[in-house]
């Protein structure tokens, strides 16, 4: 809490990448050092002063070094359709890096990533950790059409191949939703002796219920990320309760990624 900052983001460009999906690249280089995999950004959208609430949004890449953070948005109601006619130039109030992250231990060896959608984004960090830890990762990508499947190509670079991807409509990699893909990743890393020790999962709560399930069913230790409609961002107004075996806790400041056993689903 006490290294979160407010920090005037100048918009370096705001493009569509997909269906309804775009990319904002933004020059923040106290929040771009600070950011931990996992971690978001809270966003007063600017030219928006007739709604005062924030937006959270995942860090999808953060380069410490250009002093940039990358989001991925899609759009799905006022606020985000707003920012996509926010053009470069204009200044973003952000206040970041809020939440507790991903947290892979440290004798983590072989973990699975699995994303539906804009999930992709909030994991995108974590793989390229895990990468840099030498953890063998394997990642699971769902999405709605090719065309969603945006984040593949990242993917792709950081592994070295391409992750293993579902489509709903079958138009790329296994036709239907990525449960299937998990489950298989699951008994075939069993069978081969060296059993995923940390599963991580972000997108619709139908599948982080899902995978959740499927990774105690396996004996998997899995974090899931939850996106919970958000207010003051700091822990003080209780609109992001999370239901847990712990209590009630708050997903901005508590979470948003808890072990998905704690999760009351
Ligand atoms: C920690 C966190 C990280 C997130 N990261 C991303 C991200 O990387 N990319 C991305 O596209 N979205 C992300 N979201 C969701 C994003 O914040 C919402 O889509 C956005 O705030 C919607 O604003 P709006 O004004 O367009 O929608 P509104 O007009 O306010 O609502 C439109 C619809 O979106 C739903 N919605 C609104 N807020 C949320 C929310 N916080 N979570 C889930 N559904 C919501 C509403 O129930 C409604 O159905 C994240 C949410 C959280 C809590
Ligand atoms: S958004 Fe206010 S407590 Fe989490």
């Given at each position: 809490m006490s290294s979160l900052i407010n920090e005037n983001a100048v918009i370096l460009s705001n493009q569509q990448v997909g269906p309804r999906l775009h990319l904002m690249v933004l020059e923040a280089p106290e929040i771009a050092a600070r950011v931990a995999p996992g971690q978001f950004v809270h966003m007063k959208v600017p030219r928006m002063d007739d709604h005062i609430l924030r937006r959270p949004f995942s860090i999808y890449a953060a380069d410490a070094a250009a002093g940039t953070v990358d989001i991925l948005y899609q759009v799905v109601g006022y606020g985000s359709d707003h920012m996509t006619g926010l053009e470069a130039g204009l200044c973003a109030e952000l206040m970041g890096p809020v939440g507790t992250g991903w947290h892979a231990g440290e004798n983590v060896e072989r973990a699975l990533l699995v994303a539906g959608g804009v999930g992709a984004a909030p994991l995108f960090m974590l793989a390229e950790q895990l990468v840099g830890r030498g953890v063998k990762l394997d990642v699971v990508l769902g999405a709605q059409t090719e065309q969603a499947l945006v984040c593949r190509s990242r993917y792709e670079e950081l592994l070295g191949c391409c992750p293993n991807c579902s489509t709903d409509d079958g138009t790329f990699g296994r036709p239907g939703f990525c449960t299937s893909l998990v489950e298989e990743a699951l008994a075939v890393a069993e069978n081969e002796g060296r059993p995923y020790d940390y599963l991580a999962v972000c997108g619709p709560e139908p599948l982080m219920?899902?995978?959740?399930?499927?990774?105690?069913?396996?004996?998997?230790?899995?974090?899931?990320?939850?996106?919970?409609?958000?207010?003051?961002g700091i822990g003080a107004c209780l609109s992001c309760v999370v239901d847990t075996v712990d209590g009630k806790k708050r997903a901005c400041v508590d979470g948003p990624v808890f072990d998905s056993q704690k999760v009351v689903w």
């Amino acid at each position: 809490m006490s290294s979160l900052i407010n920090e005037n983001a100048v918009i370096l460009s705001n493009q569509q990448v997909g269906p309804r999906l775009h990319l904002m690249v933004l020059e923040a280089p106290e929040i771009a050092a600070r950011v931990a995999p996992g971690q978001f950004v809270h966003m007063k959208v600017p030219r928006m002063d007739d709604h005062i609430l924030r937006r959270p949004f995942s860090i999808y890449a953060a380069d410490a070094a250009a002093g940039t953070v990358d989001i991925l948005y899609q759009v799905v109601g006022y606020g985000s359709d707003h920012m996509t006619g926010l053009e470069a130039g204009l200044c973003a109030e952000l206040m970041g890096p809020v939440g507790t992250g991903w947290h892979a231990g440290e004798n983590v060896e072989r973990a699975l990533l699995v994303a539906g959608g804009v999930g992709a984004a909030p994991l995108f960090m974590l793989a390229e950790q895990l990468v840099g830890r030498g953890v063998k990762l394997d990642v699971v990508l769902g999405a709605q059409t090719e065309q969603a499947l945006v984040c593949r190509s990242r993917y792709e670079e950081l592994l070295g191949c391409c992750p293993n991807c579902s489509t709903d409509d079958g138009t790329f990699g296994r036709p239907g939703f990525c449960t299937s893909l998990v489950e298989e990743a699951l008994a075939v890393a069993e069978n081969e002796g060296r059993p995923y020790d940390y599963l991580a999962v972000c997108g619709p709560e139908p599948l982080m219920r899902i995978v959740a399930r499927l990774a105690q069913a396996h004996g998997v230790p899995a974090q899931v990320s939850m996106e919970k409609r958000m207010a003051c961002g700091i822990g003080a107004c209780l609109s992001c309760v999370v239901d847990t075996v712990d209590g009630k806790k708050r997903a901005c400041v508590d979470g948003p990624v808890f072990d998905s056993q704690k999760v009351v689903w």
